[in-house]
């Protein structure tokens, strides 16, 4: 099975300035998607940003980018522009594409300060 | 559904009971998944289906647990002889089959507390 792997598990950054959260997994597959979900206090979970591995342009959501490494199998979250509402913890997550087995890293706490 | 729905949304049991948890996934979705959640942790795999098969159950944590998608649709995990180290947030979630927008999309979850 795949193993999704956060290294981080606490981060924080003023508001307003740039963090990047890290997220590394090992797979054999060659086709696949990766994922960065948000899970605030009220413990929902929400997708923030996808990316195909097919794909070599990486994904950006509005202030959310992601810096995919395919060769690496690294796949790191940067947030631009800080907000206070961005202080959650941010899980990384590999699907495969053949039978869409999911699983998620171990999650990065994020605490953004004012 | 809308959404993918789970029920109970709490549910506290006397330690030795078994308790079955529901998972209504939205209409239509392929893969419906089973998490487990510890406060401050990752959702850890349990199971997964695609339609009513169950692809990969490595992730229950021992015979006690069972989960069934009978008609590829509502989904259940049991849990028999419950245990205080059972207790916890379970998470259910779905998804379509692969494409441009796959996601997963999660239920509300069920907070389950052994006594």
């Known amino acids: 099975a795949q193993t999704v792997t956060q290294s981080q598990p606490e981060m924080s950054v003023q508001e307003a300035e740039t963090v990047t959260l890290s997220c590394t997994y090992d797979?054999?597959?060659?086709?696949?998607?990766l994922f960065w979900y948000k899970q605030p206090p009220s413990r929902q979970m929400i997708l923030v940003i996808r990316?195909?591995?097919?794909?070599?342009q990486n994904a950006t959501e509005n202030r959310f980018s992601v810096n995919f490494q395919k060769a690496a199998k690294s796949f790191s979250l940067k947030i631009s522009d800080s907000q206070l509402g961005d202080t959650a913890m941010y899980f990384c997550?590999?699907?495969?594409?053949?039978?869409?087995?999911?699983?998620f890293g171990a999650g990065t706490r994020l605490t953004v300060k004012p | 559904g809308a959404g993918v729905s789970q029920s109970p949304r709490y549910k506290v049991t006397k330690r030795g009971q078994d308790v079955a948890l529901r998972c209504d996934p939205i209409?239509?979705?392929?893969?419906l998944y089973w998490y487990r959640q510890a406060l401050g942790q990752g959702p850890e795999f349990l199971t997964y289906?695609?339609?009513?098969?169950?692809?990969?159950k490595s992730g229950l944590p021992n015979d006690r647990f069972s989960a069934e998608r009978p008609e590829g649709s509502i989904s259940t995990l049991t849990i028999q002889r419950t245990e205080q180290r059972d207790s916890a947030m379970y998470r259910c979630?779905?998804?379509?089959?692969?494409?441009?927008?796959?996601?997963?999309?999660f239920g509300q979850g069920t907070r389950l507390t052994v006594v």
């Open positions: 979630a779905s998804s379509k089959r692969q494409g441009m927008n796959t996601e997963a999309f």
């Open positions: 797979t054999s597959e060659n086709n696949y998607y």
């Open positions: 997550a590999f699907m495969t594409y053949n039978n869409n087995d999911m699983r």
């Open positions: 990316q195909e591995a097919y794909k070599q």
């Open positions: 209409s239509g979705h392929v893969s």
């Open positions: 289906f695609n339609y009513e098969a169950q692809q990969d």
